[in-house]
Each structure stands twice: as C-alpha cells, then as structure tokens.
C-alpha cells in the first residue's frame, strides 16, 4: 500500500468557500507535489515544494497555495473555491529528485 | 506548453489478448515515466525510462522509449481483467515536475 496519506478523503463545500488538504509524505520524502486530476482525464500538476520551498509551479491562480513541513506533511489551501475545483486532488512525494513518485489516495472534493 | 499526447483514449480487449499504448511528444524528453490508475484508484509508478531506445520489461508488460526520445509505448502481452485500468505517461519536466498525457483506458473482457 502508499506510503503517502490524505486526509480528507471526500469532501463537500460551496462556492465562495475555503478548504485545506492534508498530505503526509513517507519519511525522507523530501519532494512533494500536489495534482488536480478532473473526472475521466490526466493529473493536472499544481505545484512542488522541496524541502518546504516552493519550487515549481503549474498554471494555476494564486488561491492555490501550499505548505510543507518538516515532519513531510503537507497542505493544499484553495481559495473562493468554484465550481471547476471539482476534483481528485493528489499528493505525491519522491525520495529520489529524478525518480518516480508514490501518489496518495487523494481527496476528492465536490464544489457545489 | 510541453505536452504529451497519448492514443488510443480507450481499449476494449478480449482477455488475452495483446495491448498496446503510445505516447508521443513535439519535443525531447529528457526521461518519461508511466503509471497505471485502476478504476477509483490512484496513479501507481510503473517504471522510469531514460536513454534512448531504451527497452524494460515487467513480466508482461514492456516499455520502449524511441531513439529520437520523443516517443514511448507500453506493451502488454496477453491481456488478464487485472490489467484494467488508465495507463498513464508523464514526461519529466526540469525539477521532476511530471506533465502526465491524457491517458489510455483499457478495458479487458473476460
């Protein structure tokens, strides 16, 4: 099983309002990175935090944000949430900075 | 933006039968990795390929990169109801920060 856990694992909000997604990365994970995944189509990359630094991020508006820790945990925030946030939101962390990554469950939140 | 482009989008497949997807690119990649997402689940790491022409093999499965690094395919030989799923590619942008193609969803008849 992943090594990589998210919490929640559903979710309902409504439009307008803010939520927080968790991560908790295996141990010497120092990369993690968050995807958007929408229904029936490929991860969507949101953006990296190495060694809780930001260090990379995809095309996605300033109310996404992040936050790593040093205990490899992690957060997502999105903002004004809308409609189009619908999705399976994935964490995924990687020992090896070139390597493959071990994805979480994810979460899947339903903007409503 | 750099994008990878996956086909076909779906497979139906009798069991036992042979697959294959292909991933193509407009640019070189510097590496890709593949991953395999069962129905409701998560994306899973397959495998990692990196030099040109390269070639793996996972007991059934088998991974070719193209000589100009700007393709790749996953074979499977001989289909079983344990293979569906959404086989995914993902190039590797500078910083490991993975674009993943569209994907290939493969159905197995039994």
């Known amino acids: 099983e992943t090594g990589v856990t998210q919490s929640p694992t559903h979710l309902i909000k409504t439009r307008g309002q803010q939520v927080t997604l968790r991560c908790s990365s295996q141990?010497?994970?120092?990369?993690v990175s968050w995807y958007q995944q929408a229904l029936g189509q490929g991860p969507q990359f949101i953006f990296q935090?190495?060694?809780?630094?930001?260090?990379g991020r995809g095309n996605f508006p300033p109310r996404f944000s992040g936050l790593q820790f040093p205990n490899y945990s992690s957060e997502l925030n999105v903002n004004a949430l809308e409609l189009d946030d619908s999705a399976l939101y994935l964490c995924?962390?990687?020992?090896?900075?070139?390597?493959?990554?071990?994805f979480g469950s994810g979460t899947r939140l339903t903007v409503v | 933006g750099q994008q990878v482009m996956q086909i076909p989008q779906y497979q139906h497949v009798q069991e036992g039968e042979d697959f294959t997807t292909y991933c193509n690119s407009s640019?070189?990649?510097?590496?890709i990795q593949w991953y395999k997402q069962r129905p409701g689940g998560h994306p899973v790491f397959l495998i990692q390929?990196?030099?040109?022409?390269e070639v793996k093999k996972q007991k059934r499965l088998t991974f070719q990169f193209g000589e100009a690094k700007k393709n790749s395919s996953l074979h499977i030989t001989a289909t079983q109801t344990t293979d569906v799923g959404t086989y995914f590619c993902?190039?590797?942008?500078?910083?490991?920060?993975?674009?993943f193609g569209g994907g290939t969803r493969l159905m197995v008849k039994p």
């Open positions: 995924a962390s990687s020992f090896d900075p070139v390597g493959g990554y071990t």
């Open positions: 141990s010497g994970h120092n990369t």
């Open positions: 935090y190495y060694r809780e630094e930001e260090n």
């Open positions: 640019t070189t990649l510097s590496n």
């Open positions: 390929l990196v030099k040109s022409g």
């Open positions: 993902a190039r590797n942008n500078a910083g490991n920060m993975l674009t």
